[in-house]
Structure formats: structure tokens, C-alpha cells
């Protein structure tokens, strides 16, 4: 069965920091991948997605960036956090045309 | 791009009442997906629909796909405290390998026991 692992669940960083989030799915191939943030109380925001190795595309211009080096491996990075990058940070996964899987996400709180 | 909007964007509700949420697309959809948040938690996939006037039910839950596939309905039948939740609806833009969903603002649903 597909799994899809995402870390760290909470993370707590200063406004200008950098960022690393990580994202493994399992137990599936060529998956397409996608991050989202959803501020408190809102909806899904689509940041990034790619459709394989190497490829990305953004959905909202922003000081965020995503990378995929393995098939199954998706990275969301910052060089430098802003206050308003604070969020819930999910990670999903589908089979072209298909339902989305949603990682348990992460926590950014930026201060 | 094409817009999925959602009304109410919140409900509240005594234990027992029913529950309606409602969703509206700018674009004819291929499918129209549900999801479910829980409070803290992260979206999870409950059912998808695909045929012109489909309806579906799951136990309490009735999902229907509108004539022309442009708007859906989520009815949950006498609430429970465990329906507690954001309901997300979810509709397919981009074709072939280039597939993404375009979600809905979600509906929260309260339930007061």
C-alpha cells in the first residue's frame, strides 16, 4: 500500500532563516506530487507541483522554491523566511487523474 | 483559471440536524472530489463523482454531481459531534500528466452535542 511521510510535523524558525521540508511517498511510481499551505482557517493554497524528476511548476510567485531529486522525494525550501510564510504545510500525492493523498503536514510558525 | 467557490463557509449545528454544503464551478468538470479535514488534521479523499447527476451515498452522507457538472452537494444526515470538520470540494484542471485540482474554500462544520 502507498504511504507518504512528511518532516518535521512542527518546526518554529526566525523570520529570515532557511527552510527545508521534506516529502516520501511510498509503495508507488511516477506519482505526481504537490505541496499546498493552508493558512489558519483557510483553504488549500497549491504552491508546487511536479509530474516527475526534475520537473516543477509554480503555481504562486513567492519566495518559496521545490525540488524533486528522486522519483518519490519532494522538497520545499526557503533561503530566507518571511512572517507571512507561516502556515500548515501539506504534501500530496496522486496518479494522474486521479484522488489526492495527503501527507499529515507540517507546522511552520515563523517569528 | 477556473474558480471552484463553496457556500456556506460555515456551518453550525445541533447534533442531529442535517447539513448542507454546496459547490459551484466557472469550468464543466471531468469529476468532482470530496474531502474531509478534522480539526488539526489533514485533508482526507471521501469519494469522487464522475457521471452527470450521479448521487452517491456513504452510511449518512449523500454526494450529488449536478446535470450540467458544474455543482455538487454534500447533505449529511443527522449530524454526529464526529462529522466535525472542513469539507472540501475539489475539481480536475489540467490535462494528461499535467493534472491538478482546484479546491473549493472548504465549508467548517461545528456540531454541538
Known amino acids: 500500500s502507498q504511504t507518504i511521510h512528511q518532516w518535521p510535523a512542527t518546526l518554529v524558525q526566525p523570520v529570515g532563516s532557511p527552510l527545508s521540508l521534506e516529502c516520501t511517498v511510498e509503495g508507488t511510481s511516477n506519482p505526481n506530487l504537490y505541496w499546498y499551505r493552508q493558512a489558519a482557517g483557510r483553504g488549500l493554497q497549491l504552491l508546487f507541483y511536479?509530474?516527475?524528476?526534475?520537473?516543477i511548476s509554480s503555481e504562486v510567485p513567492q519566495n518559496l522554491s521545490a525540488s524533486r531529486p528522486q522519483d518519490r522525494q519532494f522538497i520545499l525550501s526557503s533561503k530566507k523566511l518571511l512572517l507571512s510564510d507561516s502556515g500548515f504545510y501539506l504534501c500530496a500525492w496522486s496518479v494522474p487523474i486521479d484522488t489526492q493523498y495527503f501527507g499529515p503536514g507540517t507546522r511552520l510558525t515563523v517569528l | 483559471g477556473q474558480q471552484v467557490m463553496q457556500i456556506p463557509q460555515y456551518q453550525h449545528v445541533q447534533e442531529g440536524e442535517d447539513f448542507t454544503t454546496y459547490c459551484n464551478s466557472s469550468?464543466?468538470?471531468?469529476?468532482i472530489q470530496w474531502y474531509k479535514q478534522r480539526p488539526g488534521g489533514h485533508p482526507v479523499f471521501l469519494i469522487q463523482l464522475v457521471k452527470s447527476g450521479e448521487v452517491k451515498k456513504q452510511k449518512r452522507l449523500t454526494f450529488q454531481f449536478g446535470e450540467a457538472k458544474k455543482n455538487s452537494s454534500l447533505h449529511i444526515t443527522a449530524t454526529q459531534t464526529t462529522d466535525v470538520g472542513t469539507y472540501f470540494c475539489a475539481g480536475p484542471e489540467g490535462g494528461g500528466s499535467n493534472y491538478k485540482l482546484t479546491f473549493g474554500k472548504g465549508t467548517l462544520l461545528t456540531v454541538n452535542p
Open positions: 511536479s509530474v516527475g524528476i526534475g520537473q
Open positions: 469550468t464543466t468538470l471531468s469529476n
